[in-house]
């Protein structure tokens, strides 16, 4: 995925994006 997480590493889909808390 794209997102990025509080740490700033990628995530994927599916998973919380740190601080904005979204989920897709």
Do not use: F
């Given at each position: ?7 700033g590493m ?15």
């Amino acid at each position: 995925g794209d997102l990025l997480d509080e740490s700033g590493m990628p995530t994927p889909v599916g998973k919380t994006t740190g601080n904005l808390g979204l989920q897709l």
